[in-house]
Nanobody, 116 residues
Framework: QVQLVESGGGLVQAGGSLRLSCTAS????????MGWYRQTPGKQRELVAW???????NLADFVKGRFTISRDNAKNTVYLQMNRLKPEDTALYYC??????????WGQGTQVIVSS
């Protein structure tokens, strides 16, 4: 069963934009906070942004001012709008619940590559 499906990644030049999407089951969304994570070889997976059921959004300092997280509960979908991308944003991006409610499995992720 695939319960987390990320999409929207791709190859872009520095300064460009991408919009990532994550669809999940209704049970995953419920009233819980959803987040976007990213992973680069040699680095620990890090939380990029998160958003509550009611739409309160938060961003990690390293993407603040460039990324925006949003959600559509009716569609069981979380989005990550990424603007002014930098080469250091290159990573595999995942979605999941946040905190103690985080699922113990991950989707396949979606690859973001930012060229110079």
């Amino acid at each position: 069963q695939v319960q987390l499906v990320e999409s929207g990644g791709g190859l872009v030049q520095a300064g460009g934009s991408l919009r990532l999407s994550c669809t999940a089951s209704g049970s995953i969304f419920s009233s819980l906070t959803m987040g976007w994570y990213r992973q680069t070889p040699g680095k620990q997976r890090e939380l990029v942004a998160w958003i509550t059921r009611g739409g309160s959004a938060n961003l990690a300092d390293f993407v603040k001012g460039r990324f925006t997280i949003s959600r559509d509960n009716a569609k069981n979908t979380v989005y990550l709008q990424m603007n002014r991308l930098k080469p250091e944003d290159t990573a595999l991006y995942y979605c999941n619940r946040v905190g103690v409610q985080r699922l113990d499995y991950w989707g396949q992720g979606t690859q973001v590559i930012v060229s110079s």
